[in-house]
Structure formats: C-alpha cells, structure tokens
C-alpha cells in the first residue's frame, strides 16, 4: 500500500446505487460518542442514515444521528433488536458484546468489521497474539497471573515494566508502569488485580509515536492515509501532526506494517494502527483500532476524503475515497478536560475562543453533557502551508513565545 497513491476499485458503476441518492442502507453504529457523532456529520453530506445505540439520551451522536436508541451496546437483546433496524452494523468502539456479534453474523446480519475482528481487537493480549502469529513486529509481551509471574517477566524484559488490562482499556486507563520489582504489586493493584486479566510489555524507548489509517473495502481493497505523528499526554493522545516528519523509508516502513496489521483482519471499515519508532529505525505495532481514530481527525479538513467518510464507503460497500492530504500540513489538537465542572468549561473555552480568531483553525465541540479531567471534549485541527506555519498557529492558539496569528 503506497500511502495517497492507490488506485481505487474502478469496477464499481453508476448501476451499483440506488435509483435516488448515495445509499438506502441504513449504517447502524454501537457507541455514540464523538466519532460517532463525526461518522453522523459525514453521513448528512450523502444523506446516508446513521442510527446509533448509546446508553446515554444526549451522548454527542445523539443530535445529528437519523436515530438514536437508548440503550447499552454491551447487552445481547439490545444490540439484536438494534441489529434488526440496520441494513449494516458497525462500531465506533470495541468494547461491545463480540458474542452477540458473531451471533447476529451467524444469523445473517451484516457486520463491518466481522465479528471475529472485534474478539480479537478488543483483548490486547489476543491482539498481540494473533498479529505476532502474522509475523508483525511488536514489543515482546507476556500473560502474567500471579506476582511471581510478574516478577519473571521483569527479570525477562527489565524495567520499568508496561502491565496492561487485556480488555476495557481507552486513554492509557489500564496501564500502569512498574520503574523497579518492589512497584510491581502497587502497578497490579492500579489496574485492579490480576482477576481483570493482565500482560505485560516490554518497555520501548521509542523516539516517536505514529499511526497510520488504513481503511480497507468490502471488496478488500486496501488504502492507506499518510503517516501521522502522534504525541501523548499521560498516555493520552494530544496532538497529531500529519504528515509525520519521518524519511521516506520509514514512512514506507510503517505503512507496510499497517497494512499487513490490517490484511490480517477481517471485514471492511477504517483501522487505526498505532505504532512505536525506535532509535535504531525500527517499527512496532502498539495496537490496533477497528474504527475510525483520534489519529485520523485532522483528515476532516485536510484529507480529500475523511476517514468518517471512508468508514461509511467501506462499511457500504462504495469505492473508498482518496486518502490524500489537500493541505501541506495539518497538526490536531485535543481539548482534554483540564478540570471537573465549569472551571474546565471555562478553560476549553479560552481555547476555542482564541482558536476562533487563527487563520485555518476549525474547531470541533463534541457537546458532551459533562467535563471530566482528561475527558476528550473536542479538537481544533490546524491547516496550513507548511508545517512550522501551522506549529505556530497551534501556538498562538496556546499563547507561546514566536507565536503568529491573523
Ligand atoms: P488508546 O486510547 O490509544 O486506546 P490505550 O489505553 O489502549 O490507549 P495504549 O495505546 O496501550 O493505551 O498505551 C497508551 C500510551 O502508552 C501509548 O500511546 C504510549 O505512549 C505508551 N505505551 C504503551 N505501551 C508502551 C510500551 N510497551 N512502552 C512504552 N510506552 C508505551
Ligand atoms: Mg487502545
Ligand atoms: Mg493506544
């Protein structure tokens, strides 16, 4: 996969769509957050039907979704009777009920990506099994059950030490890092216990974290978006810069790893493949989203086609749009909940209201009914010319020194 240089599935016709329109297909989404909600905005520019299925009554799709039934997508019957209403159905999140999909699939009902996918994406620790069956290069890794197990893989893999939840983990919650052997007790507590299922990783001193989108077709082709840095904050992803300043070899490098990661798995939607740069060149694998990702935002403004809208032409079975960026540059930036209640209300706000006055900033509010610290509550993503015209467009945005705005 050459990143922006794939040709695209031809053999799709004008006979393939609906007498009138994109789709007649209804795209049933479980999870209504925020990409929910920005898979819902795609769909209004095609007019193709969004439902989702929340627990929440004002979860951020909610507003702009064709429907929104209340309900948990991690409980069989609701998901079955949410299944009944969609032409196809897809995920937002991985933390769904992967048995009442591969249920639904046996019944016939349309699930992209398959419910295999989601079994394997949503447990870390099978994910890292099955890519490093694949032969993808990961960090070394291993199951532990007990103290003694923990300390075994310390003396195998040295400290600090990453243990990892295999499962319900988002936002580096279900990680905790041991610095020596005496922390390993209090970093398995952190995380719950060893009842909730815990590996470990071996500590990787990258010198960069990138991601690549890859969105794959129902007729499995594959493309590929340009390789984007990201940077984290307390394990949280809080800027992305796109395209990532990488050499061409290992821009290469890593789009060939996303891609096999991808070839892997099965069904059709957009991935997010996050992956570690070391010092000596090489590439890792951290892990795998089967959805559109925090990494892909920036493609809304800077990308010919978004990675909101090739989910919903993947999952539909149209051809996938260019991947490619039509802005030089582009750097995302997330409003992370800085405080609880208003005082943090006020703060994102400064931000906005600033961003608001910078030449190619668009900001985005996911009108989340609650802020939380270290909530993602919205991005601003940055285009321009050239990528230190837009690091110092962030930066007006953050009032920095060498700062530029309109
Ligand atoms: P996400 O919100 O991306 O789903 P997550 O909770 O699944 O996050 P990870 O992606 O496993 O968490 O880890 C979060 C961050 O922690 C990574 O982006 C990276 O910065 C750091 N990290 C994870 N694994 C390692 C490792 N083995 N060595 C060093 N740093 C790591
Ligand atoms: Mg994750
Ligand atoms: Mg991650």
């Given at each position: 996969c050459q990143a922006s240089t794939d040709t695209h599935d031809?053999?799709?016709?004008?006979?393939?769509?609906?007498?009138?329109?994109?789709?007649e297909v209804i795209v049933g989404v479980l999870g209504g957050g925020q990409l929910g909600r920005m898979l819902c905005q795609a769909a209004s520019e095609m007019a193709i039907k969004v439902m989702v299925l929340d627990p929440?009554?004002?979860?951020?799709a909610s507003a702009i979704a064709y429907d929104h039934m209340v309900?948990?997508?991690?409980?069989s019957a609701t998901v079955q009777e949410f299944a009944k209403r969609c032409g196809v159905l897809t995920v937002?999140?991985?933390?769904?009920?992967a048995a009442t999909m591969e249920k639904l699939e046996q019944q016939g009902v349309d699930c992209q990506p398959k419910a295999s996918t989601i079994r394997i994406i949503q447990d870390k620790y099978l994910q890292k099994v099955h890519f490093s069956g694949h032969g993808i290069p990961l960090p070394d890794f291993v199951q532990i059950d007990d103290l003694e197990g923990a300390k075994r893989a310390g003396d195998l893999f040295g400290y600090p030490l990453m243990l990892k939840s295999?499962?319900?983990?988002?936002d580096g919650r279900g990680n905790a890092v041991a610095k020596s052997e005496e922390e390993l007790s209090s970093a398995v507590n952190a995380l719950g216990g060893f009842d909730r299922g815990l590996y470990v990783e071996k500590w990787t001193p990258f010198v960069k974290e990138l991601a690549v989108i890859v969105a794959r077709g129902r007729d499995n082709s594959i493309s590929c978006y340009p390789v984007v840095e990201t940077i984290h904050k307390e394990n949280i992803c809080h800027i992305v810069k796109?395209?990532?300043?990488?050499p061409w070899k290992i821009r290469k490098l890593a789009t060939d790893v996303a891609h096999k990661a991808v070839s892997s798995l099965e069904g059709a939607g957009v991935f997010a493949v996050e992956l570690f740069l070391t010092k000596d060149g090489q590439i890792l694998l951290n892990e795998v989203a089967p959805r559109p990702h925090n990494s892909g935002h920036h493609t809304i403004e800077?990308?010919?086609?978004?990675q909101f809208e090739q989910h919903l032409r993947a999952v539909l079975g149209l051809p996938l749009g260019d991947p490619s960026m039509k802005t030089p540059a582009a750097i995302m930036y997330n409003l992370l909940?800085?405080?609880?209640g208003e005082p943090g209300f006020h703060l994102a706000h400064q931000l906005i209201g600033r961003a608001l006055n910078i030449q190619g900033a668009s900001v985005h509010w996911y009108d989340k009914p609650e802020m939380r610290k270290q909530r993602k509550m919205g991005h601003i993503t940055f285009t321009g010319p050239s990528m230190g015209i837009v690091e110092a467009r962030l930066k007006s945005m953050l009032k920095e020194e060498g700062s530029e705005s309109r």
């Amino acid at each position: 996969c050459q990143a922006s240089t794939d040709t695209h599935d031809t053999s799709f016709r004008k006979d393939d769509l609906p007498a009138h329109g994109v789709s007649e297909v209804i795209v049933g989404v479980l999870g209504g957050g925020q990409l929910g909600r920005m898979l819902c905005q795609a769909a209004s520019e095609m007019a193709i039907k969004v439902m989702v299925l929340d627990p929440l009554a004002n979860c951020p799709a909610s507003a702009i979704a064709y429907d929104h039934m209340v309900g948990s997508f991690d409980d069989s019957a609701t998901v079955q009777e949410f299944a009944k209403r969609c032409g196809v159905l897809t995920v937002e999140i991985e933390h769904v009920d992967a048995a009442t999909m591969e249920k639904l699939e046996q019944q016939g009902v349309d699930c992209q990506p398959k419910a295999s996918t989601i079994r394997i994406i949503q447990d870390k620790y099978l994910q890292k099994v099955h890519f490093s069956g694949h032969g993808i290069p990961l960090p070394d890794f291993v199951q532990i059950d007990d103290l003694e197990g923990a300390k075994r893989a310390g003396d195998l893999f040295g400290y600090p030490l990453m243990l990892k939840s295999k499962r319900l983990a988002y936002d580096g919650r279900g990680n905790a890092v041991a610095k020596s052997e005496e922390e390993l007790s209090s970093a398995v507590n952190a995380l719950g216990g060893f009842d909730r299922g815990l590996y470990v990783e071996k500590w990787t001193p990258f010198v960069k974290e990138l991601a690549v989108i890859v969105a794959r077709g129902r007729d499995n082709s594959i493309s590929c978006y340009p390789v984007v840095e990201t940077i984290h904050k307390e394990n949280i992803c809080h800027i992305v810069k796109a395209p990532a300043a990488i050499p061409w070899k290992i821009r290469k490098l890593a789009t060939d790893v996303a891609h096999k990661a991808v070839s892997s798995l099965e069904g059709a939607g957009v991935f997010a493949v996050e992956l570690f740069l070391t010092k000596d060149g090489q590439i890792l694998l951290n892990e795998v989203a089967p959805r559109p990702h925090n990494s892909g935002h920036h493609t809304i403004e800077a990308c010919y086609t978004s990675q909101f809208e090739q989910h919903l032409r993947a999952v539909l079975g149209l051809p996938l749009g260019d991947p490619s960026m039509k802005t030089p540059a582009a750097i995302m930036y997330n409003l992370l909940g800085e405080d609880e209640g208003e005082p943090g209300f006020h703060l994102a706000h400064q931000l906005i209201g600033r961003a608001l006055n910078i030449q190619g900033a668009s900001v985005h509010w996911y009108d989340k009914p609650e802020m939380r610290k270290q909530r993602k509550m919205g991005h601003i993503t940055f285009t321009g010319p050239s990528m230190g015209i837009v690091e110092a467009r962030l930066k007006s945005m953050l009032k920095e020194e060498g700062s530029e705005s309109r």
